[in-house]
């Protein structure tokens, strides 16, 4: 017998049981979106290394250990993606969408890291992000900021914090690179083996360190604060008086830096304790150079992402259920001429906007066995069409999930008058 077959450690099938949260969160999210003049980019999931490797950063982890990297068949390096920013990047330099005036995107789907697997992080996993290019004024930033609030209120979630803080410049963050490697450098024999790797290449990644035994010598390092320059201090005091204008409140973390090279000045993230250990559901910042980069013309910009995973699993333990669907109908009929009348039926009510789920039976059996499978498939409302009706040109309604029987045939002569019947009687059918 052939071994069974499963799907690969870290990439998770979504059953139809969860696909119902899945897009009511993805629904919600995309209103809020196209609500700010956001508007959709589908991008492949594969694209060449070399993006990658120069917008993420050669030194990061994610290139050194966690990209899915293969050779094609014409010897070409390609990559899964791990983030969606830089293919955002890619695709408005390639189909010039970069025109001057302030161009705003969303894109959602899976991107993939060869990780260790655990509740949260995933080596498939699922992102909804936001990118709006143009304009690097600090109210550009306090809008995308409380673009996202307004997403958690959105869902109904009350349990997010948001953490921000500014990166400064490529030189102010230099010069402060070099101070924290100095600092590091002289506490060398405290450092695990992952700083160790980061403080030549990148020392500010050691600040990001989970690691619970380098945590007093993480807070005791020089602050990115003191070192910023003039313009990226007054950006983000501007961002400041603007999150608390808007009301968004806020904590200033000195120490949140970003894993990605391209970020600068302004990063924020949304986090919650409510899953366990303190989880990032939503990051983002400032990638003002990314453009110029990756050969297009300078265009400022900033964005975000957010985990779908980790965001159903916080509705989840916040008890934030999908609504209730509109409902099932399910039509048992005899075969013949009753089934093909069934059929006529069931489409006509598909067809209206307001429609219910509408199910046909196609096993056969005597009714009471067509009723079993309504019950089973979770229908409130069975819609029966025999040999009876169909002489008289009535179908009969019979509440599934009634404390009592009850049972209503009407008149299928005039049939649009019969649909809308039929879908007003839901409420004055509900038990």
Known sequence: MASKLQAVRGMNDLLPATT???????????????RHGYQEIRLPLVEPTELFARTIGEVTDIVEK??????DRNGDSLTLRPEGTAGVVRAGIEHGLFQGQLLRLWYQGPMFRHERP?????????????????????ELDAGLIAMTAQC????????????????GSRQARGAYRDRLQEYFRGNRAALDEDSLRRLESNPLRILDSKNPDL???????????????DDSRAHFERLCVLLDQLGVAYT???????GLDYYGRTVFEWVSDA?????????????????????????????????????????????LEPPAPLGVWYLASTPGACRAQALVLA???????????????????????????????????????????????????????????????VSINDLQATIARLITAQESFAV
């Open 347 to 409: 489409q006509q009510l598909r067809a209206q906007s307001n429609a219910p789920t509408v199910l046909m039976d196609h096993a056969g059996g005597n009714f009471g066995k067509q009723l079993q499978r309504a019950d089973k498939a979770g229908a409130e409302i069975a819609l029966i069409l025999g040999e009876d009706e169909l002489a008289a040109g009535t179908v009969t309604v019979r509440l599934l999930r009634a404390t009592q029987a009850t049972q209503e045939t």
């Open 152 to 167: 958690w209120h959105e869902l109904g979630l009350p349990s997010l914090r948001l953490e921000i803080n500014s990166l």
């Open 118 to 138: 655990q509740r949260g992080r995933y080596r498939q996993f699922h992102q909804i992000g936001a990118e709006c290019f143009g304009s690097a004024e600090p």
């Open 252 to 258: 200033i973390n000195p120490r949140l830096v970003r």
């Open 275 to 319: 899953l366990g250990a303190k989880g990032t559901v939503c990051a983002g910042g400032r990638y003002d150079t990314l453009v110029e980069q990756l050969g297009g013309r300078p265009t400022p910009a900033i964005g975000f992402a957010l985990g779908l995973e980790r965001l159903l699993d916080l509705m989840a333990v916040n008890g």
């Open 66 to 71: 966690e990209m899915y990297t293969f050779l």
């Open 215 to 229: 945590a007093a010598l993480i807070a005791a390092a020089p602050s990115l604060p003191e070192h910023l320059d």
């Open 20 to 34: 119902p949260a899945w897009r009511h969160a993805e629904q919600r999210l995309q209103a809020v979106l196209e």
